[in-house]
């Protein structure tokens, strides 16, 4: 049973990949059920605006594009979501200069998806969040740990995704993810404590 998913009607969900299959256009429900979700998972993992708005968008033109090929397998779609995401925001850590593939290439047909008008309230709730100096230093931190150290404690207590939710989302066993959480947490316990007897 998933947690934080628990309320998603699966088979609901079902019948809808198969709408958007029959008529691609129906895919402005998941969008519009889960755009703002991703957003605000990735501007806090970035604390980057533009970046963030740029793989959000990416995440559901890849996901639009790819969906024809997509084979129910009885998760949830915001768990597929996140999985593109995750991808997305490592090529940003791997390269330090991200380039939306597929944005940049559909830019005209894509050009209609943009953040809700309804999004400005949050718009500013994140830009405070940038502006947070507590937060800036607990993802700096965090950013400092390795890649999948990084992702499995950014889920679970930025998204409050359990062990199991993350295992599923980045394809891993539910023992590893735990230990990655567990190293993670210690890392960055080890980051923040020699930070501060610096700035002390």
Not at 10 to 29: G, R, S, T
Not at 106 to 123: K, L, N
Request: proline share 2%.
């Amino acid at each position: 049973m998933y947690y934080v998913l628990k309320n998603v009607d699966l088979q609901e969900e079902k019948m809808l990949i198969q709408k958007i299959k029959n008529q691609p256009q129906n895919f402005a429900v998941v969008y519009d059920q889960h755009f703002n979700r991703i957003f605000a998972y990735v501007i806090k993992r970035t604390l980057d605006y533009q970046i963030a708005k740029d793989i959000s968008s990416e995440v559901f033109l890849k996901a639009f594009l790819s969906l024809q090929k997509f084979k129910w397998d009885g998760k949830p779609l915001i768990v597929w979501l996140y999985a593109i995401a995750q991808n997305e925001i490592r090529l940003f850590f791997r390269k330090k200069s991200y380039s939306p593939e597929y944005l940049t290439e559909h830019a005209a047909a894509w050009s209609g998806a943009s953040i809700p008008s309804a999004e400005e309230e949050r718009i500013q709730i994140e830009n405070n969040l940038i502006k947070s100096e507590k937060i800036k230093s607990i993802v700096a931190a965090l950013n400092q740990l390795n890649e999948i150290q990084r992702e499995c404690v950014a889920l679970h207590y930025l998204e409050n995704f359990t062990h199991k939710e993350i295992a599923e989302i980045l394809s891993l066993k539910v023992g590893t993810v735990k230990s990655h959480i567990h190293r993670g947490i210690k890392n960055l316990k080890i980051i923040l404590q020699s930070k501060n007897n610096f700035n002390g």
